[in-house]
């Protein structure tokens, strides 16, 4: 059986590399099928565009599942409907307990939920319940699942992102 810190090391987190992406969207239109049952960008979980500063390069955005997630921290709802879990490390959002409030958007740095208009209600990316399937399906390998362990490694070895 794994300790608390072999188990933290070995959550499975989603890495994007602009410099094979080519724009094609299929993991927009991935997760919005596989959430809402129709192709949508606009209540895909994962976003992609087109880089203002490099044309024809792409950045994307999606919910990092941050270890100490704000989200989970500002969400009112009583119990609360923002939830990390200390197993997979995934910050979900219940949908039957948010309260719609939009408390989550605001405390993210990076606004990742978004509110549903639909159903009233918050969403952001679960992972797909470990599937992440924006990654399987990606067919340049532009996004990518890796352990915590060997994100780091990732992301200077390979993509050239440098932490001090």
């Known amino acids: 059986m794994m300790n608390s810190i072999e188990s933290f090391k070995e959550q499975r987190i989603l890495l994007f590399d602009f410099r094979k992406c080519s724009g094609c969207f299929i993991c927009m239109l991935v997760c919005s099928y596989t959430h809402y049952g ?37 969400c009112p709802a009583n119990p609360k409907a923002i939830v990390k879990s200390s197993d997979t490390g995934f910050v979900k959002i219940d949908r039957m307990k948010c309260i719609g409030c939009r408390s989550c958007i605001y405390a993210c740095p990076i606004s990742i939920p978004h509110f549903d208009e639909e159903y009233g209600v918050c969403s952001k990316c679960d992972a797909c319940d ?4 924006c990654a399987e399906f ?9 352990p915590r362990s060997k994100a780091k490694y990732y992301l200077e070895n390979i993509m050239g992102v440098k932490y001090e």
């Open 38 to 74: 129709g192709f949508d960008f606009n209540k895909s979980h994962i976003r992609v565009y087109e880089n203002p500063k490099a044309p024809l390069s792409f950045i994307s955005m999606y919910c990092t599942h941050c270890d100490h997630p704000i989200c989970e921290a500002a």
């Open 130 to 133: 470990g599937k992440f399937l």
């Open 138 to 146: 990606c067919s340049t390998g532009a996004l990518m699942v890796v």
